[in-house]
């Protein structure tokens, strides 16, 4: 069987009410969390797509990178897969997707998600640590179009109401504990606890970078759905 080949698509069109401002903007070793994500796409996904709201503003991006944004804002990554998956060449069959808040995602994991891919193709292939699946780190086949569209269309936005109907794939610990032992690529960031233990895990400086204020909003009491991730 040809080996894939694959696009990008980094979803960053969620509200972050918990982190209280912009995922995307959040500074990342010298950079900000949008772009660190879109350096370790780059020469592994071609081209790349961020699907974003309309009122989200974005970082500087490269000129290869494709923004496309959905009519109406905060629709949910369902909505963010389906325009980026549209906004790819028609000869992208299928893309490595990821939500901004996972800055341990590396080319290593991505690469690994390619390699299982091509040995075992499926319509939607998924991040797992054995307790839950993580649908916004993994592979999606064009394929899953009509189905996401048609969940859309009846207001179904959860991202497993699209794994449930399509072929789907989990990656068990033991295929990438090797790669990732920590278990950090599966790590998302939703509150500003989050954010600063990830800088602390990362740069072991307690406190946070210039330019991000100290007093981050506290997380709300709201708890999301099971199973959701808010990216």
């Not at 979803?11 to 070793?29: E, H, I």
């Not at 009519?71 to 490595?96: F, I, K, M, W």
């Not at 899953?144 to 859309?152: G, K, Q, W």
């Given at each position: ?38 350096q370790q796409f780059g020469g592994i996904c071609s081209p790349v797509v961020v699907a974003t709201s ?134 998302n960031l939703n509150s500003p606890d989050d954010y600063l233990a990830a800088l602390q895990r990362q ?29």
């Amino acid at each position: 069987m040809p080996q894939q080949t694959f696009g990008g698509i980094v979803l960053c069109g969620g509200q972050s009410r918990r982190m209280g401002q912009p995922k995307a903007l959040l500074p990342w070793q010298d950079t900000t969390l949008l772009q660190h994500l879109l350096q370790q796409f780059g020469g592994i996904c071609s081209p790349v797509v961020v699907a974003t709201s309309p009122d989200l503003a974005l970082p500087e991006l490269p000129p290869a990178v494709i923004v496309c944004c959905d009519a109406t804002a905060y629709q949910g990554p369902l909505s963010g897969l389906v325009r980026g998956l549209d906004a790819l060449p028609t000869n992208v069959e299928a893309a490595c997707v990821a939500a901004c808040d996972l800055p341990f995602v590396t080319p290593v994991i991505l690469e690994r998600l390619m390699s299982l891919w091509n040995r075992q193709p499926c319509e939607a292939l998924v991040m797992s640590d054995a307790e839950r699946w993580q649908p916004l780190l993994g592979i999606y086949h064009r394929s899953v179009l009509p189905v996401a569209r048609e969940l859309l269309a009846t207001g179904q936005r959860r991202m497993f109401d699209l794994l449930d109907r399509v072929h789907t794939v989990a990656v068990a610990p033991e295929q990438w504990l090797d790669i990732d032992p920590d278990r950090m690529g599966l790590r998302n960031l939703n509150s500003p606890d989050d954010y600063l233990a990830a800088l602390q895990r990362q740069s072991a400086t307690p406190s946070p970078p210039k330019g991000i204020p100290a007093d981050l909003p506290a997380a709300t009491p709201a708890v999301p759905k099971p199973g959701t991730t808010n990216p």
